[in-house]
């Protein structure tokens, strides 16, 4: 008898140590780094289908011209990186986490963030 209330007291102390507060704190950060994968998901699928808008539009002819930068990022995707060549600002826009083999669009645009041209680079070049 005495061996079963010392196994349930055991118990009832190990369980409440897991749920104590410093392990509730740990238990919470791990739902939201769980919740926050879910947006990041998210994010990404809309990037990739941003991509491929931006790209359909490009061969169709629909990219008007002098669009500005900002419209670009706000109705197809974000710019992985820009940089400034030969006074034009260069922007690549790619997979977002593909790094090789995908393909690429370079959109250039003037300093008030005008487009000037783009280039279409195929996956493997």
């Known amino acids: 008898m005495k061996i079963k209330i010392i196994f349930y007291i055991l118990a009832i102390v190990l369980i409440g140590g897991c749920a104590s507060g410093y392990n509730t704190q740990g238990l919470l950060m791990l739902k939201r780094l769980g919740d926050n994968q879910k947006g990041i998901?998210?994010?990404?699928?809309?990037?990739?289908?941003?991509?491929?808008?931006?790209?359909?539009?490009?061969?169709?002819?629909?990219?008007?011209?002098?669009?500005?930068?900002?419209?670009?990022?706000?109705?197809?995707?974000?710019?992985?990186?820009?940089?400034?060549?030969?006074?034009?600002?260069?922007?690549?826009?790619?997979?977002?986490?593909?790094?090789?083999?995908?393909?690429?669009?370079?959109?250039?645009?003037?300093?008030e963030e005008k487009l000037l041209s783009w280039k279409l680079q195929p996956a493997g070049e």
């Open 41 to 111: 998901e998210v994010y990404i699928e809309s990037q990739v289908k941003g991509l491929s808008r931006l790209r359909k539009d490009i061969v169709e002819g629909r990219l008007g011209a002098e669009i500005i930068k900002q419209d670009i990022a706000d109705n197809y995707l974000e710019p992985i990186v820009c940089r400034d060549v030969k006074g034009k600002e260069r922007c690549l826009y790619r997979h977002p986490t593909k790094y090789f083999n995908t393909p690429r669009v370079y959109l250039f645009f003037n300093k």
